[in-house]
């Protein structure tokens, strides 16, 4: 791995890219190997998991954390909305579509629409 690190650091500086330790991480899934990996002389932070365009990767390749993460975010929107779920004046279709384009994932609602 450190020869790796090496490589890309070699190559990225060639055209003017830089590897930021800071915001470097390091996760290691069914390998036996523990020494510490090292750029720039400094050591690379280890975490067990990652948020990576919105979905939560972890060393154990599941799903749990991201499916948990997930409703955890679907139920925080949806209770911050009660204000808007609870007005009379507020038409069912408002409801609805104010409850699609805020709560559900952009995938459900196109899923929903193919289905219909």
């Given amino acids: 791995m450190k020869e790796k690190g090496e490589r890309l650091q070699e190559t990225g500086g060639q055209v003017g890219l830089k590897i930021n330790i800071q915001k470097t991480k390091e996760m290691r899934i069914g390998v036996r190997q ?20 919105g979905s939560i990767i972890s060393e154990t390749g599941g799903t749990d954390e991201d499916i948990t993460a997930r409703i955890r975010k679907v ?21 609805l579509r104010i409850f699609n384009t805020n709560v559900k994932s952009p995938k459900a609602i196109l899923e929903a629409k193919c289905d219909s």
Avoid at 75 to 95: D, G
């Fill in 75 to 95: 139920q925080s929107t949806f209770s911050m909305l009660m204000p808007v779920w609870k007005e009379k004046c507020i038409r069912l279709q408002t409801k």
């Fill in 34 to 53: 523990q020494e510490s990996l090292e750029l720039h002389r400094e050591g690379v932070e280890r975490v067990s998991e990652f948020m990576y365009l």
